[in-house]
């Protein structure tokens, strides 16, 4: 956001969706997202992706997991 770029950030809760959108007006975008519900999820993405290409994607949400990635589902 300091070099004017747009950032989108997810979050679960309305509120910080709204706090995220109040950060930069009409630069930071918030949605709402909640990785567990994978129905959600793809509508969520094309919807973001519909604004033009990304440059970065940073993933910091996650959960422990025990076994080789490629082996479990989703």
């Known amino acids: ?18 706090k995220f959108d109040a950060i930069a007006p009409g630069r930071s975008t918030g949605v709402r997202l909640d990785v567990t519900d994978i ?6 993405v094309d919807g973001i992706l519909a604004g033009g290409p ?7 949400a996650g959960q422990s997991l025990y076994g080789a990635f490629e082996e479990t589902t989703i």
């Open 1 to 18: 956001l300091d070099r004017g770029d747009h950032v989108v950030g997810c979050a679960r809760k309305a509120e910080d969706v709204a």
């Open 39 to 44: 129905a959600n999820v793809q509508s969520i």
């Open 54 to 60: 990304l440059d970065i994607v940073v993933n910091n």
